[in-house]
């Protein structure tokens, strides 16, 4: 299955409380990522 992504594409994380999604959501932030949210499993 492909995913197709866009400068326009946004983003949920799951898991984002966890220190390594905490992490890496900053990360993909800094390179300019568009998210909107998280949940938590």
Do not use: C, H, W
């Not at 983003?11 to 800094?30: K, V």
């Amino acid at each position: 299955m492909s995913i197709l992504l866009t400068k326009n594409t946004k983003f949920i994380i799951q898991g984002i409380t966890g220190r390594e999604a905490i992490n890496l959501t900053r990360e993909n932030l800094d390179y300019g990522a568009k998210i909107v949210g998280g949940v938590t499993p």
